[in-house]
């Protein structure tokens, strides 16, 4: 049974070029105690779908429940059963970590002893007990996003919300977030993440939907949307750019697509079906034609080759539509 349910989301903002439209027909269907992922670069739609779902914003066009509940005629109701992380941290700097959820929860009305009562469990939870006396605003980037997700948790949500929850955050406090957020997902939280990173998404989704101009391009797992564009690229770097058609010519041979030659001229890659065989091949036709290399070795599909797949394009060329459409969508 799907606890979040959306058909035919639209939303069009104006501007002065004219209509932009943040969605374009967005479907999207969510089982209840699951992970769903929407997974697509900066201005493909993610925040507006958080936003539409979580009462924030209301659509120009189509539909959107959760657990039942029409979001745009009661989102009173809607409210009352989740939870809501952001891109960037909602908190008051001035006020230390205990202070900012014992402050949510007077604000959802649990009353002053069960706010105290649960913000401090939170703090606990959150191992942030030595820094939930201090100000927020000497909190590290880490701990800002651990408190702002514990403010999420106040009520103990039915369903929670995370909208990029690890940008900016180091590979160590991403890597404590996501196991905070595994937790969650064992304690049967319903969980929707957007993120950027297939990474994040492969380590804490049971589903991912791509999400690329207002619309669900692909969906899947992470496995069945790494298949979609192959297995692995091999890489190679040249030490001189002048031998860079040749080799093309011997990648292009044993690759399953066209060769792509980055901007420097001295580094290719193509993928192909079969990396390790693929990879004693082009070496071995490399060293017979005398091309000399900086490096060569073999890697997994990363975001940017699911784009470039599925759209045409690679991610960071979003980057600068995103600040032409609704913010961080």
Partial sequence: ??????????????????????????????????????????????????????????????????????????????????????????????LTGFENLDMVGRLYHLGARESRRRAQELIDQFELTEAGNRPVKGFSGGMRRRIDLAGALVINPKILFLDEPTTGLDPRSRLSLWGIIKELVRDGTTLLLTTQYLEEADQLSDDITVIDGGRAIAGGTADQLKAQIGGHRVVVSLVDAADAASAREILGRHGSGDPVVGGDGRSIEVTVNEGPRALQYILSELGERGIELHDAGMRRPSLDDVFLQLTGHRAEDNEEASHQKEPAA
């Fill in 1 to 94: 049974m799907a606890i979040i349910e959306a058909e035919g989301l639209k939303k069009t903002y104006s501007s002065k070029s004219g209509p932009v439209h943040a969605l374009d027909g967005m479907d999207l269907s969510v089982p209840q105690g699951t992970v769903k992922a929407l997974l697509g670069p900066n201005g493909a739609g993610k925040t507006t779908v958080v936003k539409i779902l979580t009462t924030l914003i209301q659509p120009t066009a189509g539909t959107a429940h959760i657990d039942g509940i029409d979001v745009v005629r009661d989102p009173k109701a809607a409210r009352r059963i989740i939870g809501v992380s952001g891109q960037y941290s909602a908190v008051d700097e001035n």
